[in-house]
């Protein structure tokens, strides 16, 4: 159980174009998606909180133009990269928590991850 | 702000060692203290948590002490096997109510398990 898939795995594509990444959590209800970006042998970091139905709250330093996250239903969220450029080449990761378990706060599950190349 | 450090890798070992991967945080309060791992494919998984001081978090074979003195959470596991070589990630969730629900994540540490 608590599985999170991710779609596309792998993304190649033309600097200027518009990428839309998909998470879904595939047993479970998920009001709260996270969306991170992890660079070559370094850390995770927290790019936005996706809540369903609501706005995303996103981290300091995240261009909320850039990043576009949608939480339209329990169990999807998406990331859309809006004029990609090759800065923005990276692996994309999100998780989610599972709403109907208490407490929910602690866990997270995680997707296998999306890699984005910006040529 | 609230951090973590793990110790760099790569590390390699082989079959039977005991593992030891260090971890040492910086947090207002009292965070809970995660410790993740991502097999190759796969995404990260929870392998074990403490929420409080001297907790000791435990899975397949992997533990971990909640020290609030050291501020530390170091990973260890007495014989390892190649199964377990994938990267290890050391996070935290910061106690304040708006951090509540954030993962601060360590940079990850490769583990190479030789036979």
């Known amino acids: 159980g608590a599985v999170v898939s991710q779609h596309p795995s792998w993304v190649i594509c033309k600097s200027g174009t518009s990428v839309k990444i998909e998470c879904r959590s595939l047993?479970?209800?998920?009001?709260?998606m996270f969306w991170y970006r992890q660079f070559p042998k370094q850390s995770l970091m927290l790019m936005a909180t996706s809540n369903e139905g609501s706005k995303a709250t996103y981290e300091q330093g995240v261009e909320k133009d850039k990043f576009l996250i949608n939480h339209a239903s329990l169990t999807l969220s998406t990331l859309t990269v809006t004029s990609a450029h090759p800065e923005d080449s990276s692996f994309y990761i999100c998780?989610?928590?599972?709403?109907?378990?208490?407490?929910?706060?602690?866990?997270?599950?995680f997707g296998p991850g999306t890699r984005l190349t910006v040529l | 702000g609230d951090s973590v450090t793990q110790m760099e890798g790569p590390v390699t070992l082989s079959e039977e060692a005991f593992l030891t991967i260090n971890c040492t945080y910086t947090a207002t309060g009292y965070p809970s203290l995660f410790w993740y791992v991502q097999y190759p494919g796969e995404g990260l998984q929870l392998l074990l948590k403490a929420t409080k001081a001297d907790d000791k978090g435990s899975n397949k074979g992997f533990e971990a002490t909640y020290r609030k003195e050291t501020t530390s959470f170091h990973l260890e596991k007495g014989s390892v096997q190649v199964s377990d070589s994938a990267v290890y990630f050391c996070a935290l969730t910061p106690r304040s109510v708006q951090g509540a629900q954030k993962l601060v994540f360590g940079q990850g540490t490769r583990l190479t398990i030789n036979p």
């Open positions: 998780s989610a928590r599972d709403s109907n378990r208490r407490p929910s706060t602690d866990t997270q599950y």
């Open positions: 047993d479970f209800q998920a009001t709260t």
